[in-house]
Every structure is written in C-alpha cells, then in structure tokens.
C-alpha cells in the first residue's frame, strides 16, 4: 500500500509559477515510477508528466513541455512538479500517480496504468 499527498496548489496570475510536491509513504517511493495527471471540470483527467524510477528519464504532454518540469527526490521520497507560465487553462485539480514502471512516452499517459493516487491539489489561474 502506498499513499500520496499532494501539496503546494494555489490561485496564480496568468504567467506566474507554482511547485507541487508529493510526498509517498508506506513504501519507499524509488520503488514506483510517478506521473502527474490533472482534472478540469467536466473533463477528463488528462496526463501531465511522469519521471522514471530513477528519475533519470521524464515525459511530458505536449501542454506541459517547455513549461512543467517533474523531477523526484528518492531520499525525500517526494516528486515535484514545477509549473511555470502558467496559463488559465491550467486551472485544474492535480494528481499525483505511481506505477511500477514506465518504458515509454506513450505508456506514461494511460491513466489506469497507475496503481494509487493522491487526493489532489487545486490550482487556480487567473487571467
């Protein structure tokens, strides 16, 4: 069993930036590829990013490149999703997920591939 918390969400102006941490317990999180996923309402939940193992590898949805960087912190047992030029589009509960591996770009974005879940941050853009 591994539980996740999810942290740092908030309300930003358009363009500003906003760090999420999860922070995973029960097992050690090295053990677990992570993905960040989020939430509109009335949308479907949507993969954001995701870091290998050892953190060594990352993917990105096409939304989140150049702007959203994952990374992780195998001795915090934490995974960080940095948001930067934040758009009013990215308004959206996010998710932190993990799985036991990830080999590829395309096997990040399947949602149900992910074992366990936080609870989810809201973060809040405005124009």
């Known amino acids: 069993q591994v539980q996740l918390v999810e942290s740092g969400g908030g309300l930003v102006q358009a363009g500003g930036s906003l760090r999420l941490s999860c922070a995973t317990s029960?097992?050690?999180?090295?053990?677990?590829?992570m993905g960040w996923f989020r939430q509109a309402p009335g949308k479907e939940r949507e993969f954001v990013g995701a870091v290998s193992r050892s953190g060594g590898n990352t993917y990105y949805a096409d939304s989140a490149k150049g702007r959203f960087t994952v990374s992780r912190d195998n001795a915090k047992n934490t995974v960080y999703l940095q948001m930067n030029s934040l758009k009013p589009e990215d308004t959206a509960v996010y998710y932190c997920?993990?799985?036991?591996?990830?080999?590829?770009?395309?096997?990040?974005?399947?949602?149900?591939?992910?074992?366990?879940w936080g609870q989810g941050t809201q973060v809040t853009v405005s124009s």
């Open positions: 997920a993990v799985r036991n591996y990830i080999r590829s770009s395309d096997e990040a974005q399947k949602v149900y591939a992910y074992d366990y």
């Open positions: 029960g097992r050690t999180s090295s053990r677990y590829a």
